[in-house]
């Protein structure tokens, strides 16, 4: 393996380790922030809009937050793009407004019915057949990994980081071992 340093164990040194991981978390982490970033194109405030508005009437901030939920956080779309797109779809027809308790719910209108479909059909959270395999819980899961192996780098002694590294090296060979099934 080069330059690399190994442990008295044959893997990779806790420092190593740990960088390792955080090398991975983060090719990991672009591949998401290729499917939903943090801004997106006033046509994709448009589509998530109308994608909610199909499930039930909303007001504003219920939208706002409905989003960032879906998207796991990675957007969180600004009341400046959100409430204009609201108003844009009223002046349409596509949706219609009323005021209740001092807000306004939104609400799809009959002509804007058709294009809501489509919309929740391509909506950013909705993953896709060209998206490839859904990731399931592997990337919270290894995210959370990532973070406690920095923590043991960080603070851990030597004996906490090289027994770490012992079960990194065994969880990567597993991981492997499932890829291998038939």
Do not use: C
């Not at 991975?24 to 982490?29: K, S």
């Not at 939208?63 to 959100?82: F, L, M, N, Y």
């Not at 909506?123 to 060209?130: D, L, Q």
């Not at 090289?162 to 038939?182: G, P, Q, S, V, W």
């Amino acid at each position: 393996m080069g330059s690399q340093q190994h442990s008295r164990h044959g893997g990779f040194s806790a420092s190593q380790a740990g960088d390792a991981m955080w090398e991975a978390m983060e090719q990991l982490r672009s591949q998401f922030d290729k499917r939903v970033g943090t801004r997106m194109g006033r046509g994709d405030v448009r589509a998530a809009v109308l994608a909610l508005l199909h499930e039930e009437p909303m007001h504003g901030y219920q939208i706002i937050r409905e989003i960032t939920e879906r998207t796991d956080g990675r957007w969180k779309p600004s009341a400046g793009s959100v409430y204009p797109t609201l108003q844009l779809l009223a002046d349409e027809g596509v949706v219609s407004a009323e005021l209740s308790a001092d807000r306004k719910t939104y609400a799809l209108t009959d002509e804007g019915r058709d294009e809501a479909e489509a919309a929740a059909a391509s909506a950013p959270w909705v993953e896709t057949e060209s998206d490839g395999p859904r990731f399931g819980g592997a990337p919270k899961a290894g995210a959370e990994l990532a973070q406690a192996v920095a923590q043991v780098v960080r603070s851990g002694s030597q004996d906490q980081q090289e027994r770490a590294t012992e079960i990194l090296n065994e969880a990567r060979r597993k991981i492997y071992t499932i890829l291998a099934e038939d």
